[in-house]
């Protein structure tokens, strides 16, 4: 059985804030995790309880965000959604590490000095 | 001095920056040209969660995760101004730290640059507002007139003029049985004027001899010790004087106020220069006041000056709406105060109080649903949890004809209480 992720945007990037972010990334994938179907939504404008309707909605199963406030990662939680949240990257790698089963809420992607 | 010698004398030259940054009591980021994080002081840290070791490298929206980072971010918009020194600017937001906690935030960005006017790095400031923004949030509830509620026409009306009143330095007749909230709109009518920040000074002219009133009025010359002693007028000095019954002022007092409000001074007892006032004058009455003037209890010459702005708060029985919409508001403070999960009224007790047509007005409302929440036991206020005067009117009246003589006028059998006079 497929599931849909969804990816905040911010330009190419995984969008800092939840709240603030006006598009978002679609991707269908199925039960073998390949991906079937992709969609770019812009937003009317950024509310983080519009996102969240859009997320039960949409019948998305994972959400993958930067910064997002308490109450609405654990209404997400609550209705059984996985959040990954303070992903700070590009939205393809985040995607990409998130369907490889290497994604962790914080995870830095961008290169970091002093680190390899 | 020029600015290298100020430079070599105070060894900036050699300074530690980064253990200064650290030292600092708010937040600072050093970015480079490209907004990448390179540094954030130990004040930056504990507000963001992130350390430097994190995210040294890191774009700094990513980093501080501002409201302004997205939309307007004072550098990136503007391009390479910040080279120049051009985008050095403030602005509050807010931002989510790692701890999914959002926290108000000003940002103050600094373009550094040489002496040769070359860019070096971008200095991002930031305060936290929390504390700012609590008290603001308590001062704007208590400067507004949060106290006084209603949906009915007549004071939806009385609260929408309520600012451009308060903004003005006329006088304010208020009128209104009582219990009608004379007290609140007098505060509320303070609370919201240009005066806020000085005195609300409350005078009742009880019963007291004229001479007496006098000094604790206007003050007096020469006090004990031979030390002016200020009177209530002088304490209120540009603030508002609000006087709670304006007709049980003794009418000699009355000439007084007049002279006040005419030509801003008062003379104080035993004194023989005038004293320059600078005071709001607000008036209450639960009477009639042109059914005062023809009693001779209020001056008429006073009651045109205090007359420039009338404000009449109608008794609750004429309010409609707000009896169902107050008893749910009262429910709610006082089950919070009690720490009681009161949910509402049953319907045998909502048919009571509705049917009740409260001679006490909202302080009446508001103490019988005090009383209900504090003896009702489960979720819902019932009619035993009512005071007995509201669930027997019939058997308490006659005690209360005994002590309101007014009652006894009432027709025998009426099912509501006399109305007090006020």
Redesign the interface.
């Known amino acids: 059985m497929g599931k849909k992720i969804m990816v905040t945007l911010?330009r190419d990037?995984v969008?800092?804030?939840f709240?603030?972010?006006s598009e978002v990334l679609l991707v269908t994938v199925d039960a073998t995790g390949h991906e079937v179907r992709r969609q770019d939504l812009v937003l009317a404008h950024s509310s983080a309880d519009d996102l969240c309707d859009l997320v039960l909605d949409r019948e998305v199963s994972t959400v993958i965000t930067?910064?997002?406030?308490?109450e609405h990662?654990h209404y997400l939680r609550w209705k059984r959604v996985e959040v990954i949240?303070?992903v700070?990257g590009l939205a393809g790698e985040a995607l990409a590490l998130y369907l490889r089963g290497e994604l962790e809420p914080?995870a830095?992607l961008?290169?970091?000095?002093?680190?390899d | 001095m020029d600015q290298s010698t100020l430079v070599n004398l105070s060894g900036l030259d050699r300074a530690d920056l980064p253990r200064i940054l650290s030292a600092l009591p708010f937040g600072v980021a050093v970015l480079d040209a490209e907004r990448r994080t390179l540094f954030l002081n130990r004040a930056l840290e504990s507000l963001t969660g992130f350390s430097t070791a994190d995210v040294a490298g890191v774009f700094c929206r990513h980093v501080l995760r501002g409201s302004f980072c997205l939309h307007g971010c004072p550098c990136l918009p503007q391009g390479g101004d910040c080279a120049q020194g051009a985008c050095s600017e403030s602005r509050e937001g807010t931002l989510i730290n790692r701890h999914r906690r959002k926290i108000p935030v000003r940002l103050t960005s600094l373009p550094i640059l040489d002496r040769a006017g070359n860019f070096l790095c971008t200095l991002d400031v930031l305060e936290d507002l929390s504390a700012l923004k609590d008290m603001e949030t308590r001062l704007s509830v208590s400067a507004s007139p949060g106290q006084m509620v209603g949906r009915c026409a007549v004071m939806e009306h009385l609260l929408r003029i309520l600012p451009a009143v308060a903004q003005s330095d006329s006088p304010v007749l208020l009128t209104g049985e009582s219990g009608t909230g004379k007290d609140l709109l007098a505060e509320a009518l303070h609370r919201a004027s240009p005066r806020a920040r000085e005195s609300f000074v409350r005078v009742n002219a009880t019963p007291m001899p004229e001479a007496l009133l006098d000094a604790e009025l206007f003050g007096q010359a020469e006090g004990p010790g031979g030390v002016p002693r200020p009177g209530k007028f002088q304490l209120a000095q540009n603030g508002t004087l609000y006087l709670s019954e304006i007709a049980d002022m003794p009418l000699t007092q009355q000439a007084r106020l007049l002279r006040l409000l005419d030509e801003k001074a008062v003379l104080p007892a035993g004194g023989d220069r005038p004293m320059q006032l600078n005071v709001r004058v607000v008036a209450a009455t639960g009477r009639d006041p042109e059914e005062m003037i023809q009693a001779g209890l209020l001056r008429e010459d006073l009651f045109h000056r205090l007359n420039a702005v009338r404000l009449h708060l109608p008794p609750l029985r004429e309010r409609g709406e707000d009896v169902g919409f107050l008893l749910a508001h009262y429910l709610k403070i006082f089950a919070a105060k009690f720490r009681k999960q009161v949910l509402g009224f049953s319907g045998e007790a909502q048919a009571l109080l509705s049917a009740y047509d409260f001679p006490g007005n909202v302080r009446e409302l508001r103490n019988m649903v005090e009383y209900a929440v504090m003896v009702c036991a489960g979720d819902m206020v019932l009619p035993e949890h009512l005071p007995l005067p509201l669930r027997f009117p019939q058997a308490c009246a006659p005690r209360d004809a005994a002590v309101t003589p007014a009652a006894q006028n009432k027709p025998s059998g009426a099912p509501k209480p006399a109305r007090k006079k006020a």
């Open positions: 911010y990037e969008a800092p804030r709240d603030l972010c930067g910064g997002i406030e308490e990662y949240d303070g700070a914080g830095i961008f290169p970091r000095l002093g680190h």
